[in-house]
């Protein structure tokens, strides 16, 4: 049995337990760990009021609202509570269970501190995801951690493995240490996986307010953990497990250098859950031409077999669902025979969402000497990352600066970047946009759900991109293509100008005359990337690498 601690998890679009990317990656491996039957207890944080629902004003401006839902539709309550500690307090947890089920193998559970009998400010831990810092963040881990260990035996389970998903889950190595009083036990039962390649990014706490928070935990000795002054869950993770694994190759080396102490850092690359990704027109070619892809997206390789045209079709019909999509929402007036390019994920400054529009007249150039360009974006920033709701703004003002001057190139910004949304954009458009700055982006996994619907990838070389990219025949890379190790990061002009480059002179021509190059080019996405870049590999992955090597 393994137990797989996540702070979120992305299951269902109307579900408000998500923020992105961490989350949304945790509901493909779940879903991949049911489909292969593997026994497994996930436990995450229940948050009633979601991470944030997104309007943009007027001005550009990121206007957040609370996600509100109803986990009646989707959980059921168990009758049952346990303690969880914090400081001299004694508060009660309870859970929830995702009741639609992926199989007999998997439960999942959503634990929940809001009890009447519990002080306002644990109540409160189970209303937003990642909204505050400090003491509010700490108490979030310690109900994650130690309360997911203590529900886990509350519920009779005894796992073999727990592996920690980045390190908001790490309290529960607490919880272990003074169960098991042996440090190289407690490593023999811990995977810690991390997703985060730079310093700051891990989370950390001043080791007073650990002390304080934990002060019944007379077995720790802090001061042992502490740096600089604070306690960091990742280095505490990393010390404590027994296999620590980046999510990429690149990002293997990127890990080594964060944590110097663990020169034995593993990789296991990430993967999507094909079948939940791939458009279900898309799967109605597979299922008549490539039967048990399904079940084996190794045979994915076989998509040449399928008709050329055929492919073209179901894809026109997929991105006219898209325009629609865009014009409904917006005023951009998209057409469906213009060249789209989407670039939806988390905005954030060092995802550079905007480096398209770095120079837009040079863009603008580009658009008119052909039919056209549409740019869809979308994605959430943050409430507090100033930096990511400036690009939004820039983003929003490119639009207006284009309408004025120019039909050839269009932009629009979707609302509200959730799961529905994105598998709208990542089998609609034409090309999927990546421009993260080298070597921050650990994985990335949206242009994988891409690639497997024939959309073109064009991207940084940096996290999956770097194994998975093959110029000129599955897609673009944008800049220099690192050595492995090599982490310095990328040059903003410099890769301004290769994008654009590439864009005038490679992308453009081939989608408007050179049809039968284009659709070749699809085919060769989705057999390079299928059958690698699926959580069916990644879960059988990390079983036979890690998984079996802790359990001897």
């Known amino acids: 049995m393994i137990a797989y601690f996540v702070m979120e998890v992305g299951l269902e679009g109307q579900m408000a337990t998500y923020s992105g990317g961490l989350g949304v990656l945790a509901g493909d491996t779940l879903m991949s760990f049911a489909d292969l039957g593997v026994p ?4 995450t944080l229940l948050y009633r009021g979601g991470y944030l629902q997104q309007r943009i004003g007027p001005r550009g401006e990121q206007i957040e609202y609370e996600q509100r839902w109803d986990q009646r539709k989707f959980l059921k309550k168990l009758d049952l509570k346990v303690e969880v500690p914090f400081g001299d307090r004694v508060q009660k947890a309870t859970c929830w269970e995702y009741t639609p089920g992926l199989g007999d193998s998997l439960r ?17 831990l189970n209303q937003r995801l990642y909204w505050a810092n400090g003491i509010y963040r700490l108490r979030q881990e310690i109900l994650l951690g130690i309360g997911g260990y203590r529900l886990l035996k509350a519920l009779g389970y005894e796992p073999q493995v727990y592996h920690m998903n980045e390190s908001h889950s790490a309290l529960l190595l607490v919880e272990l ?16 996986t991390t997703h985060t390649p730079v310093p700051v990014g891990h989370d950390r706490f001043p080791v007073n307010m650990v002390k304080e928070e934990l002060k019944s935990y007379d077995h720790m000795n802090w001061d ?3 740096e600089d002054g604070h306690i960091n869950l990742s280095k505490l993770a990393v010390k404590y497990s027994g296999y620590v694994n980046a999510v990429s190759l690149k990002h293997m080396y990127v890990s080594r250098e964060i944590f110097p102490e663990r020169e034995d850092i593993d990789y296991v690359t990430n993967g999507v859950h094909h079948v939940r990704w791939i458009h279900e027109e898309i799967k109605g070619l597979f299922n008549y031409y490539i039967p048990g892809w399904n079940s084996n997206p190794m045979l994915l390789q076989q998509v040449h077999f399928i008709p050329s045209h055929l492919l073209y079709e179901k894809h026109e019909r997929i991105k006219g669902q898209l325009i629609n999509l865009v014009n409904k929402q917006t005023d951009a007036s998209f057409s469906s025979d213009v060249l789209t390019i989407g670039i939806a994920r988390r905005i954030t400054p060092y995802k550079r969402n905007d480096l398209i529009l770095m120079d837009i007249n040079r863009l603008i150039e580009i658009a008119e000497s052909c039919e056209g360009i549409q740019l869809v974006f ?52 034409d090309v999927w946009l990546n421009t993260p700055k080298r070597p921050y982006e650990a994985c990335g996994t949206s242009g994988m759900k891409a690639g497997m619907n024939g959309v073109l990838n064009f991207s940084t070389w940096d996290g999956w991109w770097l194994e998975g990219g093959i110029e000129g025949i599955n897609g673009w890379g944008i800049g220099p293509k690192p050595s492995w190790q090599d982490n310095t990061p990328s040059d903003d002009l410099q890769d301004m100008k290769d994008l654009y480059n590439k864009l005038q002179y490679n992308i453009v021509p081939t989608y408007y005359t050179k049809r039968e190059e284009w659709v070749k080019l699809m085919k060769n996405s989705i057999a390079t990337i299928g059958p690698f870049f699926n959580s069916h590999r990644m879960v059988n992955e990390y079983i036979s690498k890690i998984h079996i090597n802790l359990l001897r």
């Open 224 to 226: 042992r953990e502490v």
């Open 108 to 124: 999942i559970f959503f634990l929940d501190a809001d009890l009447p009998e519990n002080d306002p400010e644990i109540r409160n």
């Open 40 to 43: 497994v207890v996930a436990v």
């Open 378 to 429: 979308a994605g959430k920033s943050h409430p507090r990352d100033e930096g990511g709701k400036g690009i939004i703004k820039n983003i929003i003002e490119a639009s207006h600066y284009v309408k004025s001057r120019t039909k050839r190139l269009k932009i629009a910004f979707i609302e509200n970047y959730d799961i529905d949304t994105a598998k709208a954009l990542v089998s609609g458009c």
């Open 177 to 192: 240490l003074k169960e098991l009083k042996d440090e190289e036990k407690v490593r023999r039962r811990c995977l810690f």
